[in-house]
């Protein structure tokens, strides 16, 4: 500790506040003949009811009392006295840290009599080597009356430099995160929609990039760089919050959501927006499958979605179910829209690229969902021609059995029924079932004929397999024609 100075100039009148007694003691008693305590109190209210009439050249607030240092009724009682300085202190064990928030932070006995005299900082307060903590600057108020960082001995603001040093690490970081984002695999682009859809992504990747940078960036600097370093127990600096950085913080974001709003209602605009010579597809989505129609060219049912290469098409959607929305989505098209009970919904895609994509319901819709997926071919105009002739031609057994095979995976049959054999299905097995006889949980058996393969489908709740639950969607009659009816019982009695 170092010998406090000698007094001089005019006596000093001095008023202590702490909730301790000890504290209030040991100010009084370290003030010694340096000032006249006018008053030891425990709080602001003990401080009015005083009665002061003339304020004290000095207070001496108790810094680690949370309920002193939140307010200060100094300029509510002497609203006229412009030389009264607060004094806050913090005592703890036998160490003493003196925080004049509005002239000097300190760090001892020395430097609070220091302060009662009246020096200023810059000029005479230091802090002391041997015992204070190590400290690189203090703040001062500034005859602006602004608060700034001063270099110890430089009184230059230090704040550029950091300034400086935000700005490149946040540009650096903001470059890399988009280049990051922007090298995220994706799938290809494969209609006219995708082309807008990814410029506006991309539009998106650069702005989350910077935003991430800026929040990022800032704040791992200040982490490391603000950091409270080995010994330090000073009050950090004290804001009083900047007008000009929380208006550019409102606006800039405002602006930003702005002009994205005005970006994304101009491309939903053009994703949607009707074509000439659009092609209807029906699409009919149901748990858990798809199945399409071509009311244009009298194909109907179709499991497969087949479409001509550079053909607006205009699908016009609907879901079977009573109670489940699914969703319509090729990755390769990025446009998608729901499919939602009792309401049409409609999609329109131009498919650039030939080639074999894949339709993925979108929207979790039950334990058959991972399972509701659809070919999706894209093909030139001749080969779209001869598949639309194929799908009007009669079928053979064989085909009949074949297409039966599709239609177990792509009408659903596939979430519940195994052609394998094992047990623990949802649903009866598929292999051995024709010709087998089943039991019902009514006690009653009947032989796996074709009728009664087909009431199962239509009616799947007339006869309930033993040790099965009633689980079984029954909309088939809906979705199946006859053919594919035909198609996969003629499949089931291939499973033998
Ligand atoms: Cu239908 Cu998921």
Known sequence: MTNPPTPSGPPQTALIVSAHPLFREGIARLLGGQARVIGAVASWQEVQSLGLSQAPNVIIVDHGSSDLQEKDLTPLLWPDADDLRVIYVTLSGDKMTVHERHQVAGADEADLLRALKGERPGASVRVPEATAAPQTGYTV????????????????PK????????????????????????????????????????????????????????????????????????????????????????????VVPLLTVLIFGVIGAYTLQEVTAAQEDEMVVNVTAFSFGWQFDYPDLGVEKSTTLNLPVNQPVLFKLRSLDQDVIHDFYVAEFRVKQDLV??????????????????????????????????????????DFVAWVAEQKAAVSPEQLAELGAQL?????????????????????????????????????????????????????????????????????????????????????????
């Open 341 to 382: 009970p009792g309401v049409p919904t409609q999609l329109r895609v131009t498919p650039n690229v030939e080639g074999r994509y894949k339709l993925r319901c979108n929207e979790l819709c039950g334990t058959g969902h991972t399972n509701m997926l659809a070919e999706v071919n894209v093909l030139n105009e001749s």
């Open 141 to 156: 108020q500034s005859s602006q009356g602004r608060m700034e960082r001063m270099d110890k001995g430089t009184d230059k």
């Open 408 to 496: 177990y995976t792509s009408q659903g049959c596939i979430a519940c029924h195994n052609v394998s054999g094992d047990p623990g299905g949802v649903g009866p097995s598929w292999k051995g079932l024709f010709g087998s006889t089943q039991q019902f949980t009514d006690g009653s058996s009947a032989v796996a004929d074709e009728a009664y393969l087909r009431n199962s489908i239509l009616n799947p709740m007339s006869e309930i397999v033993a040790g099965y639950a009633p689980v079984m969607p029954q909309n088939y009659a809906d979705v199946l024609s006859d053919e594919q009816l035909n198609a996969i019982i003629e499949y089931i009695k291939t499973l033998q």
């Open 159 to 250: 704040y550029t430099r950091h300034f400086i040093n935000v700005t490149v690490l946040v540009a650096v970081v903001a470059i890399l995160a988009v280049i990051g984002l922007l090298a995220v695999p994706k799938f290809p682009k494969a209609s006219t929609q995708a082309l807008v859809v990814d410029w506006l992504m991309n539009l998106h990747y650069g702005v989350i990039g910077i935003l991430f940078a800026l929040v990022m960036g800032v704040m791992l600097y200040s982490l490391y760089v603000f950091r409270r370093k080995p010994g330090e127990e000073g009050d950090g600096d004290h804001f009083e919050g900047n007008t000009k950085l929380e208006i550019t913080w409102t």
